[in-house]
């Protein structure tokens, strides 16, 4: 890793992940194949971003843990990479056991929970939703019908006043890192 730590994909532990790597990696590692429009990729950590905001509308009580869980949702991707679902699925359950590991480790390193409670997931899997499908109507070309079919249509409250940001992934990257700290801060 850029931090001068050495990631070992089959066995991480937590003392090897450091927020700096994460934020870097996920800031290069672009959302729908770089399939979109726009001058910038979207990339993985915008969209943490954004899924994160969603929870917390969706949340408005949650504690500042389960938002924290909620950004580093897709943080193993800062090594592996984002996948779409298809290809995901046809790589088999080997891919879901290092996602796994790593985010047991990531969630370790930040003072969360191996394994987050399912109620949690679902809410943070539901916010995932409401993000790709304000990213497939804004940025990848869909239809808005087209998009509900794939992703479910949103309580337009929920998207009110929000809209998809593209910008230089050293921008990116300081405003994952930044909110990162913040919930640190507010966990503590």
Known sequence: MLSGRRLDLLDPTPVDIEIDDIAHGLAFVARWNGQTHGDYAYSVAEHSLLVETLFGRINPKAPAKWRLAALLHDAPEYVIGDMISPVKA?????YGALDDRLTAAIHLRFG????????VKKQIKKADKISAWMEA???????????????GTPNPALIEGLSIMLRPPVETRRAFTARHATLLEECT
């Open 112 to 119: 969360l929970p191996a394994s987050i409670p399912v109620s």
């Open 137 to 151: 109507t804004q940025i990848a070309g869909f239809s808005e019908t087209e998009s509900s079919k794939f992703f």
């Open 90 to 94: 046809a790589v088999g359950p080997r």
